[in-house]
């Protein structure tokens, strides 16, 4: 029958070795076979019987992220898997976390891999780093695997994932400008990290905020909160291990706990209004180091649950303001369920929002 299949058999001491042909990549393992000669054979032609033993299967979580799904988005990223060691260099993890004590191996294979690794970086590194070393120009790397956390009398594993980024934005093509083309900046990474949350359907409970990591360049680092929870990192490495690893340009490193940051939010039901939405813009200046994420916050504070979304469709520095402010041009969208919302409603929702904005970031209105 596997013959027939256009599959080759070759008889071994255990039974059959049988090779499927190329087109049939959807036979990997032995369950394969069992279900091609239920399929050809029949159902009805197998006699039933009762199990050994009772089959127990887990529930799996709604909430536990699918591991396909999420290597599927860093894929389309243009991001490519790495599998490391999950026992690296001891010096150059002392070096990135000089805080987190790691678990020496008894019996390591050789001196530069002897410690247990506390992140998925050390091994990342260390690959984009030899990439660097062959001259290739975009590197993106990312990994799912298990981290060993030194705890209290044991060590903890936890599950992470991270990737890196260096070199050019795009790939090289006649479509694109060169100028277009360029570094990879920390941005870049943030917008391939949000992709990730966006697909956990709560992308609102997310936020960052400037931190300081001993591994990561001072000013371009930032911890990703999930409700207030730490979750994870992200920012540029520091130039002094940029240096020390000899790279061309500087990477750029995520990292967050698989289960915490991406666990996902069952899509629920929520009502649509029938009433047509207000739409006003403002453009506020405000001080240089004001994060979008507090004008955001601060925004919503100051607003009724009128206020639908917080849009920001515009950032300007240059001629006409003063040296360290920005402008940003947020679009509000206002809307009601129960009825339509007049121009009083909305200029109320308008002058609290601007009110709370002076008082609490000293913003001003650009007219």
């Given at each position: 029958m596997f013959a027939a299949l256009q599959m080759k058999v070759r008889a071994i001491p255990t039974g059959w070795e049988v090779t499927p042909p190329p087109h049939r990549f959807d036979i990997t393992i032995e369950a394969d076979l069992i279900e091609e000669v239920a399929r050809m054979v029949g159902f009805n032609a197998i006699a039933e019987r009762?199990?050994?033993?009772?089959?127990?299967?887990?529930?799996?979580p709604r909430a536990r992220p699918p591991e396909a799904a999420v290597l599927e988005v860093m894929s389309a990223r243009g991001?490519?898997?790495a599998i490391t060691y999950a026992f690296v260099d001891p010096q150059l993890q002392q070096r990135l976390f000089p805080e987190r004590p790691g678990l020496t191996l008894g019996n390591p294979i050789s001196s530069d891999l002897s410690v247990m690794r506390v992140s998925l970086w050390p091994g990342l590194l260390r690959a984009a780093a030899e990439n660097d070393r062959r001259q290739q120009e975009r590197?993106?790397?990312?990994?799912?695997?298990?981290?060993?956390?030194?705890g209290v009398g044991a060590a903890l594993e936890?599950?992470?994932?991270?990737g890196i980024a260096c070199g050019e934005r795009l790939p090289e093509q006649w479509g694109v400008p060169r100028h277009e083309r360029a570094r990879v900046d920390f941005f870049d990474v943030k917008a391939d990290l949000e992709s990730l949350l966006a697909a956990t359907g709560a992308p609102d409970v997310f936020s960052f905020e400037a931190a300081q990591l001993s591994c990561l360049h001072p000013g371009r680092a930032a911890r990703l909160l999930r409700q207030a929870r730490p979750v994870g990192w992200l920012g540029e490495l520091h130039p002094e291990i940029v240096r020390e690893l000899d790279f061309t340009y500087p990477p750029f490193s995520s990292s967050s706990r698989f289960y915490d940051a991406l666990r996902v939010d069952p899509a629920g039901y929520s009502e649509v209004s029938r009433f047509p939405m207000v739409r006003r813009d403002l453009a506020i200046v405000i001080d240089e180091n004001v994060s979008l994420s507090a004008l955001r916050e601060r925004v919503t504070l100051s607003s009724s649950s009128l206020l639908r979304?917080?849009?920001?469709?515009?950032?300007?520095?240059?001629?006409?303001?003063?040296?360290?402010?920005?402008?940003?041009?947020?679009?509000?969208?206002f809307q009601d369920f129960s009825r339509?919302?007049?121009?009083?409603?909305?200029?109320?929702?308008?002058a609290s929002i601007v009110a709370g904005l002076r008082v609490s970031l000293n913003a001003k209105i650009r007219e």
């Open positions: 009762e199990g050994d033993a009772a089959h127990h299967f887990p529930d799996v991001y490519h898997e590197i993106r790397l990312f990994e799912h695997g298990v981290c060993f956390v030194v936890v599950d992470m994932l991270a979304q917080c849009r920001v469709f515009d950032v300007y520095r240059g001629p006409g303001l003063e040296t360290g402010t920005k402008s940003i041009a947020l679009g509000l969208i339509t919302l007049t121009d009083e409603d909305v200029d109320q929702n308008v």
